[in-house]
């Protein structure tokens, strides 16, 4: 009889690991807005499964529990019931003797909690309290809500210039989503279930690498009403873009010398080549919008400009810089990561020849920061991170990008200071090493670790912890803000000052590309609402009818980068596109939601806005 | 490997181009069919008779029933014929042991969320669910039964059971896209999904027109009107009730589907019928029609160029009563405040036609026979008591409870012969006939109308231009020296688009007319269902059949009609006529009335406060 036997993996155990993955990857697809009791009751009859049976609380209480929750979604219960579901998960949270347990306690009772108005209406009317619909995943996802089932099809058959059009219908930048959107449509993709999500990004860079000559949109009839837009970044020129093709006459204020916004003077040419960005923008600029560059609008000229217009969208963006707060912030070589970026975008290149660069923050600017550095020749730069680097707001893909240029993680050291040399140049960041600890709002918290100061020497500090929105000026005009942003209504107008409208980074505060698009979709839709207007932005674009055939289980097709060594020279874009072959394998393996599952009886498709 | 499939490639570029035909295989026989055909469509095409459940075309192709599956080849799971396209040179499998095994499957979980007591259901006999179950043969059926169990007041004219319903989503559709209503929704999501009134609310609560839509296009006993059956047995067995009966005229288009007369049954057969059952006076709805065209048509006369610049409306559907005064409260003013044939014959019948007969009308037992659900909702406004204090019709039974009325006396309708009505109340004109399909009322108005001003009788089918199916339809005719401009919606999607229209100045009318169901009282919520089939358009037509062969063909023709006034009523608009005929469209409220009333109230806040 052998003492210890070698660890097999069992034919069961290999099913067992199988159905658990498949479990998380469904988990992960998020977007199907389940009803909570029902979810809540699953969770808690999934816990179930992992209780060993020992202690009491678990044992019974979990399946007490679910029983109890049965009878919310059928009719059976009280309001009783509901305080009855409270007290049991309080107990056993309280009460059993390990996590299995107790955490699945806890978490029923914040389900309970957290979603009373849904317990109470399954009680009292016997139906979920929110009608939150399931809809297509990727569509319900993009918060342009574009059709992505639609233009996937039109590229599985070739047909890419319909494909663009169709994006085009909510989105006048596929170009640029193309090649830098955050996709959170992928997310959401219910391929996911199945495999991987499908490479939605890709495949729309590929529909615009395919496009041929774009086709013209289809203008309104000139309504004589015209409106002035305030910023030309995306929410901006969304915004322009859909007034024009609505017929009113549009004239956008750029401070800068050029269009784009952050598109521009964040975003770096690696990314979004300069060309490619002209090209996005002159074609929208050329459906009839006004641009007027230069034209810095404060708070005195905006009331001019409000006097002239018959409505005004303010979409100035989030430029300005945040500071840490911290001695030395001052000193020559210290800048911010908005002046760094907006100096290249001014087609000024800095010279880091030799140079060893410290970047503070861990989001994609700092990335972006981080590896324009490199290309500036740059010696070394750290990116310097008071939490892990597991926890970096970054996407993992532009902190692997950074990493494989080059670019050094200092994870887990709070800048304290930073010194001078005897040139009364920046010569060091001070650093205070961490330990990462508890959580706190959301995500985990770091402390001073038992351990001295380090100092980094290095030429130059970038601070890229975020951006601030110039509102003070606007604030004189009786624009009210929040923390510095713009408050708006749910309808992106402004309340105390009638047909002004904002919205995209100054409204809520640095975000993403598509959200600042349809930040300016929805103030179009509005604006030519307050304007006395109901056009309706559509496409006549008839949509492939699904493939019958079985695809099986199929990998999803990654964009692959230029060599680090090679693209970590120039500003030259890094990503390559999908091959011809590619595009098609992986425009097959979308599901069809708009198609397949509720998308047939609702949300599949909408022809019009 | 994955490849791209040439043939969906083609067939989509087809159906941009229209009319291209594709060649595929339906258990071993070749055919081909039009590029855009659904494999349900090219399956039947090819004699193989794929069941359905949920389906309902152009309505509901939602695939949700999964019964309709079939196997596709190159695919290892099956796909809903129903809405899914044929390609060039698919091979399709219905009877494949995969299909076989799915739809058994699919139909024994239906079946396990279903009251199969079909002994005692309405709609046992003629239930697609009980077909398909049936078909299948699922003797050995054993899954666990467990039922939603969700309440309904008894009480209200339309009754759903969710103990029967199978979750097809054929009620949201039909009211959502045909009816504009939006009484249906999904209450509960994922396994313990509900389809109910939408939000969880009480249906006392919402704007339902009770047009009986979604009872006609349930594929079980779901949905259904409430039975009034055992009120009529009860004023039957009752020896100091006098019982009149008054059948709407477009019954003689369907009563008797259940024994094959198809929609030349009549009228004659029916009135025999009633007559052996016990009923003491059979009266003819149609010659309350004709007096609803000389009062509405003198209304008509008066309200042209009305200051409110919008046309007068016509008001015999109750339905589209309801619609109107919850989604168009702007408009109500412009309705006319002729009552509906029905309530002006209930009217009558405990007034003049007590009179004649010398009777109490305290004692007369007034049932109707209509097409129609809403009807019974109209019967009990407390607005409609003029006559005596009693209501004025104090029951009413849709055809489809006549059919169980008939069926539970066992009536042997080929022994029936064809009788008369009773008179003076039993002879209607062509007129009065087509008041069931869509523009009947519109044309029965104008040909009145043109009398009442150029002094003539009107040209046979002169204003033909206001009948058939199109949902929304409109005309010019001269009448006298001016131009009369008209529109007929029927299905309340298109009323709401024709009111806003309306509303918004888009378009401007002298009259309006209409009915809330879909070809008029024809495809009334209250006719007999025949799943998957709409019947309206044929048995509008016979209703046309049975104008042309009237012996009077216009209202004011009607010896009838000639005699209530010079007998009673003396002229449209007297005094009497106002009292019994009219009503105030305005004395009882729709939900989205009293909530906005509600709302408006000044001290509502106060009110409410202990």
Redesign the interface.
């Known amino acids: 009889m052998a003492r210890f036997h070698l660890m097999e993996r069992t034919a069961e155990q290999q099913v067992m690991d199988e159905l658990h993955a498949s479990v998380g990857r469904r988990l992960e697809v998020s977007s199907l807005a ?2 909570p009791v ?1 979810f809540t009751m699953s969770f808690v009859g999934m816990c179930a499964t992992q209780s060993c049976g020992k202690c009491t609380p678990c044992r019974v209480g979990l399946r007490v529990l679910r029983h109890m929750l049965s009878d919310v ?3 059976r219960a009280t309001m009783g019931t509901i305080d009855d579901i409270e007290r049991l998960a309080r107990g056993a949270y309280l009460s059993s003797d390990c996590a299995i347990g107790y955490e699945a306690g806890a978490m029923a009772l914040r389900a309970v909690r957290g979603f009373r108005d849904d317990f109470v ?2 009680v ?5 309290f929110a ?1 939150t ?2 809809s297509v995943p990727c569509k319900t996802g993009c918060p342009a809500g574009v059709d992505v089932p639609g233009y996937l099809a039109l590229v ?3 047909r890419n210039a319909d494909a663009v059009r169709l994006i085009r219908k909510d989105n006048p930048f596929p170009l640029v989503c193309g090649l830098v959107c955050e996709h959170p449509c992928e997310r959401n993709c219910r391929r996911g279930m199945v495999d991987d999500p499908i490479n939605i990004r890709a495949l729309k860079r590929f529909a615009v690498e395919h496009e041929g000559t774009p086709k013209e949109p289809v203008r309104a009839a000139s309504t004589g009403r015209r409106v002035a837009v305030v910023g030309g970044g995306p929410a901006g020129l969304s915004c322009a873009y859909y007034l024009t093709l609505m017929g009113h006459s549009v004239t956008v204020f750029e401070a800068r010398h050029h269009l784009g916004g952050m598109l521009r003077y964040g975003i770096p040419a690696y990314r979004l080549p300069r060309e490619k960005l002209d090209e996005e923008i002159s074609w929208i600029v050329g459906q009839g919008v006004e641009v007027r560059l230069g034209e810095k609008v404060d708070g005195e000229s905006l009331s001019v400009i409000r006097g002239s217009f018959d409505a005004v969208y303010l979409a100035i963006g989030a430029h300005a810089d945040k500071k840490l707060g911290i001695a030395g912030e001052e000193l020559p070589g210290v800048e911010s990561a908005v002046d760094m970026l907006r100096s290249i975008g001014n087609g000024k290149m800095p010279d880091f020849s030799g140079q060893r660069v410290c970047v503070v923050g861990g989001g994609n600017v700092a990335m972006d920061v981080a590896r324009s550095s490199i290309r500036c020749g740059a010696e070394r730069v750290y990116i310097v991170y008071r939490r892990r680097a597991a926890d970096m707001t970054a996407q993992d893909e532009e902190i692997e990008g950074a990493r494989a240029e080059g670019c050094e993680l200092l994870e887990l050291n709070a800048p304290v200071r930073i010194e001078a040399g005897e040139d009364g140049r920046v010569a060091s960041l001070v650093v205070q090493p961490q330990v990462i600890g508890e959580w706190r709002r959301g995500r985990p918290a770091p402390h001073a670790a038992d351990a001295s100061e380090r100092h980094i020497p290095c030429d130059r500090v970038i601070v890229a912890i975020g951006q601030a929105i110039e509102s003070a000026p606007f604030e004189s005009l009786g624009i009210p803000t929040s923390w510095g942003r713009i408050s708006t209504q749910t309808d992106a107008s402004i309340a105390e000052l009638e047909g002004v409208f904002s919205g995209g980074d100054c409204q809520t505060g640095p975000a993403t590309v598509i959200k600042a698009i349809n930040a300016g979709k929805v103030a179009a839709g509005n604006i030519d609402n307050y304007l006395g207007f109901d056009h309706k932005i559509e496409l006549d674009v ?1 949509i ?8 099986g289980h ?1 990998a999803r097709c990654e964009t692959t980068l230029r060599e680090a060594g090679e693209r970590s020279h120039d500003f030259q874009e890094i990503e390559l596109g999908l091959t011809d072959e590619e595009a ?2 992986e425009a ?2 979308c599901l069809r939601c708009d ?1 397949f599952g509720f998308g ?2 609702r949300g599949g498709r909408e022809i019009q806005w | 490997m ?1 490849t ?2 040439a043939n ?2 083609l ?3 087809g ?2 181009e229209g009319s291209r035909q594709v060649t595929l295989t339906v258990d071993g026989t070749q055919l081909s069919v039009p590029a855009e055909s659904t494999i349900l469509d090219a399956c039947r095409a090819a004699g193989a008779n794929i069941p359905t459940l949920c389906y309902l075309r152009e309505l509901n ?4 029933c999964r019964v309709c599956v079939v196997e ?1 080849e ?4 099956l ?1 809903a014929s129903c ?3 044929v ?1 060039e040179g ?1 091979v399709v499998r219905t009877n494949s042991p995969k299909v076989r095994l799915a739809r058994q499957e699919n139909v024994k979980l239906l079946l396990s969320q279903h009251d199969a007591t079909c002994t005692t259901c309405v709609r046992s006999g003629n239930c697609s669910l009980q077909d398909v179950s049936n078909d299948l043969g699922l003797v050995d059926f054993t899954y666990p039964t467990i039922l ?3 309440s309904w007041p008894k009480d209200f004219p339309l009754i759903r059971n969710n103990d029967k319903c199978i979750r097809c ?1 054929r009620c949201i559709q039909v009211c959502d896209k045909v009816q504009a209503s939006h009484v249906w ?8 999904t ?1 389809v ?1 009134v ?4 009480s249906i006392y609560n919402v704007d339902c027109t009770l047009c009986g839509q979604c009872i006609t296009h349930c594929p079980t006993g779901a949905l259904r009107e409430r039975d009034d059956v055992a009120r009529v047995y009860d004023a039957l067995a009752d020896p100091d009730l006098t019982c009149v009966v008054q059948i709407a005229p477009s019954v003689r288009t369907s009563w008797g589907d259940h024994w094959g007369l198809g929609e030349e049954a009549g009228m004659g057969r029916l009135v025999c019928a009633l007559r052996r059952m016990g009923f003491d006076y059979v009266v003819n709805t149609d010659v309350a029609a004709d007096l609803t065209i000389m009062e509405e048509g003198s209304e008509l006369l008066g309200h042209l160029g009305a200051k409110s610049g919008y046309p007068l409306f016509t008001s015999c559907c109750p339905a589209w009563m309801r619609f109107v005064k919850a989604h168009y409260p702007q408009l109500v003013g412009d309705v006319s405040t002729s009552k509906s044939p029905q309530q002006m014959f209930g009217a009558l019948l405990k007034s003049y036609y007590a009179q004649l007969l010398g009777k109490d009308p305290h004692r007369l037992f007034s049932l109707s026979i209509m097409p129609c659900v809403a009807k019974k909702a109209e019967a009990e406004y407390p607005s409609m008591r003029d006559a005596c204090g009693d209501p004025d019709v104090d029951c009413v039974l849709t055809v489809r409870e006549l059919e169980r009325l008939l069926r539970a006396d066992h009536v042997d309708v080929a022994s029936l012969t064809e009788e008369p009505f009773d008179e003076p109340l039993g002879t209607g004109t062509g007129a009065g006939i087509i008041f069931g399909a869509t523009g009947g009322v519109m044309e029965a108005a104008l040909r009145t109308a043109h009398y009442l001003v150029c002094g003539h009788a009107p040209a046979d089918d002169m204003f033909g231009d206001v009948r058939g199916l199109d949902g929304w339809k409109e005309a010019i005719f001269p009448l006298g020296d001016k131009r009369l401009r008209v529109a007929v919606a029927h299905g309340l999607a298109n009323a709401d688009a024709l009111c806003r229209a309306i509303v918004s100045g888009e378009v401007s009318y002298d009259f309006v007319e209409v009915m809330a169901c879909p070809g008029g009282c024809v495809g009334g919520g209250g006719q007999p269902i025949h799943d998957g089939e709409e019947r309206a358009g044929a048995r509008g037509a016979a209703l046309y059949g049975f104008d042309k062969r009237s012996q009077w063909r216009n209202s004011y023709e009607n010896p009838a009609i000639e005699r209530c006034y010079r007998e009673y009523f003396e002229r449209p608009l007297s005094d009497v006529a106002e009292r019994l005929l009219h009503t105030d469209q305005r004395a009882w409220k729709m939900p989205a009335e009293w909530i906005a009333e509600a709302e408006n109230a000044p001290d509502a806040a106060d009110s409410l406060r202990p």
């Open positions: 389940p009803c029902e979604l059928t009719g209406s399954h009292s009317s016997r139906s979920c009608g619909a399931p599985r058959v070739g008839d492939p009818s699904p493939q019958l055939q079985d695809l199929c098609l394998q097959s393996r198609h047939s009886f | 994955v791209l499939d969906v490639q067939a989509s570029r159906t941009r192709e939602i695939g949700s596709v190159g695919r290892d799971r796909v809405n899914n396209q390609g698919m939603a169990q969700t989503m929704g999904i209450t509960n999501r994922a396994t313990h509900l109910d939408v939000g969880g609310k």
